[in-house]
């Protein structure tokens, strides 16, 4: 049976509940505090990108300050040649790293490897660069497009280990136990049966890793330099859109400033894109298996 | 797999194919185990390069403010401080806006905005840090040198962290574009570890005539604690080594400072900014132990956040990271 309460209580409780809508209100004013640095940037991004795009900054290689036109086109592809060597470089072993923890789950190296790639995941880019500055550019004696790559590859591996664990645990148990049923081995479960069935998921991760590497500059300004010319070589120096945007942005000319501006809005652009694939092909994976 | 049907694959194998297994297994091994021999690798090659530099100042590396390339005096202690000053900075600003929008997300958001918002959250994590940098050398450092910091001055001046000139570049821009940076992070963590407190814990809660801030400051919150740190420490890790959008809103002066308009320099901007300047063989070292040191710092703030998150997770059953 219950008894009214006092006024004293009723007028607590309403003042509790006052208190909770406006925590909670608190928190909304909070995600629109954190989001306006974003749209703010993406404003600026857009504002003053849009206004430097021009065919020549696609189309032509930088020049001297003073000199009309210049573009980006040796940056634009060199940040493409640098992505794909970390592709070939690091999507594979990310991926059989996470075949590894994904399958041998039960072994303690695999906890060791997950864990090992958590914390490669949380090494600053620069002390990556460093590294390879020591194993691959001392040994070369010069900065490298492949060096670059490499350093981007190590920062990619992490990545794609642990996307790709997540998508091989989704994929479901009667798969390996029906392969297995069938007297198929180990190997041939993971390469015939489990591998195909998320490959989607895969391809899914890989672009993960590599969206994440693309706006990578720490890694790159003394592995792969940076080059203002056209340059394809593998053994050479090269450009990327974001070691040109870092010089363009620290220089005093205000032509280099616009382009730095123009250059940001086409890597914004790539990384949007790539992440844009990843989740629509992750969405058609989803209803696939629906 | 379920036992029965791996037990009985076994049981079948023929040596032949017990063979093959065992390949696959030892190659998948040797494959994986570059992740954790990477670490190894990084850190070796740093303890090698900077033996000329940690052999000739020892320990007082870290604690002298000499940084003289031309008679070779290094000490990394301006780099340190600026590190950890913007770092702090970054956190004490990120880490309650981040858990008021891990809440706001979980908790409050309506269902069609939760998608949406969280992608944006996501992008945050997605502009490259030399646009964030581009931002705050040409937005940012101007509008805290002419607005913010004026304002400031005059209102905590009292503090000697808002007293001095107001140069726009230093460590308070560098922590203010740090902890937009750092938020996702510290937002995607405490949004899973939140979502995966258990109902019955609210139902509880609520069924003690809790309203539903008490439920959440009393009881998710608490329960996610060890979540929401772990995820802080993620965060802070990304703070201590972020290089670019740093370097170019520090304003790159080796000097300790108490007042926060004052511009800095930081481990991470030292390295990019001087590593393809550095002649001689001891200059290269001290900015190859400065690597070691980030290194280190580093290492142990993601191994304990490592630990945290997972202890988070062995908790619920959930996957938060």
């Known amino acids: ?290 | 797999m379920s036992r029965l049907v791996r037990d009985a694959s076994r049981r079948a194998a023929t040596p032949r194919r017990r063979f093959g297994d065992a390949v696959f297994a030892w190659i998948a091994r040797a494959l994986a185990a570059v992740a954790p021999l990477l670490i190894v690798g990084i850190g070796w090659q740093l303890v090698r390069g900077s033996a000329l530099t940690r052999h000739a100042f020892g320990w007082r590396f870290l604690s002298s403010s000499a940084w003289d390339p031309v008679f070779s005096h290094f000490g990394a202690w301006p780099f340190l401080f600026g590190t950890l000053v913007t770092t702090a900075v970054a956190l004490i600003l990120a880490v309650p806006l981040s858990i008021a929008v891990a809440i706001f997300l979980v908790e409050q958001a309506p269902f069609w905005l939760r998608g949406p918002v969280g992608y944006l959250v996501e992008l945050l994590a997605a502009v490259p840090s030399v646009v964030y940098g581009l931002w705050g050398i040409f937005v940012l450092a101007p509008w805290l040198q002419r607005n913010a910091e004026p304002w400031l001055a005059a209102r905590l001046g009292w503090l000697p962290l808002f007293r001095g000139p107001a140069y726009g570049v230093g460590f308070l821009a560098a922590g203010l574009i740090l902890a937009v940076m750092i938020a996702p992070y510290i937002i995607g963590i405490s949004r899973e570890v939140i979502a995966a407190v258990p109902r019955a814990y609210r139902d509880g809660a609520y069924a003690l005539a809790a309203t539903h801030w008490d439920a959440i400051w009393g009881v998710v919150l608490p329960a996610a604690r060890t979540g929401i740190w772990g995820g802080v420490m993620l965060g802070m890790g990304r703070a201590l080594g972020e290089t670019m959008a740093v370097t170019m809103v520090i304003g790159n002066r080796p000097a300790v400072s108490a007042s926060l308009f004052a511009p800095g320099y930081t481990l991470a901007s030292v390295i990019a900014n001087e590593f393809t300047e550095a002649t001689t063989a001891m200059y290269v070292s001290a900015l190859l132990e400065i690597g070691l040191v980030l290194f280190a710092i580093t290492l142990l703030v993601n191994i304990v956040a490592r630990v945290m998150v997972w202890r988070a997770e062995r908790r619920w059953g959930g996957r938060a990271a």
């Open chain 1, 1 to 290: 049976m219950m008894t009214p309460a006092p006024a004293a209580d009723r007028r607590r409780l309403r003042r509790r509940h006052w208190r909770s809508r406006f925590m909670l209100a608190l928190t909304a004013a909070a995600t629109a505090l954190i989001l306006a640095p974003l749209f703010l940037i993406l404003y600026y991004v857009a504002r003053e990108g849009a206004a430097a795009l021009t065919p020549a900054f696609f189309l032509q290689t930088p020049r001297p300050v003073g000199m009309p036109g210049g573009g980006m086109a040796n940056a634009i592809g060199g940040t493409l040649e640098l992505l794909a060597i970390a592709i070939l470089a690091g999507v594979p072993l990310g991926l059989i790293g996470g075949i590894y923890v994904a399958e041998f789950r039960r072994e303690r190296f695999a906890s060791g490897v997950r864990f090992a790639a958590d914390v490669l995941n949380g090494t600053p880019t620069i002390v990556v660069g460093l590294f390879i500055y020591a194993v691959v550019v001392v040994p070369m004696r010069r900065f490298s497009a492949l060096a670059g790559g490499l350093a981007l590859a190590v920062i990619m591996i992490p990545v794609v280990l642990r996307a790709a664990e997540e998508v091989l645990r989704g994929v479901p148990k009667g798969y390996r136990d029906a392969a297995l049923a069938l007297g198929a081995s180990r190997w041939r479960m993971v390469a015939g049966v489990v591998l195909p069935s998320a490959r989607v998921g895969l391809v899914s991760g890989a672009l993960l890793g590599v969206a994440r590497v693309a706006g990578e500059t720490a890694p790159l300004l003394f592995t792969a330099f940076n080059n203002s010319f056209w340059s394809g070589y593998i053994d050479q120096p090269i450009s990327s859109l974001t070691v040109q945007i870092y010089d363009y942005a620290i220089s005093p000319y205000a032509s280099w400033h616009a382009q730095a501006w123009a250059a940001s809005l086409t890597l914004i652009a790539i990384i949007v894109g790539i992440g844009a694939a990843a989740r629509l092909t992750f969405a058609r994976r989803r209803k696939g298996m629906a």
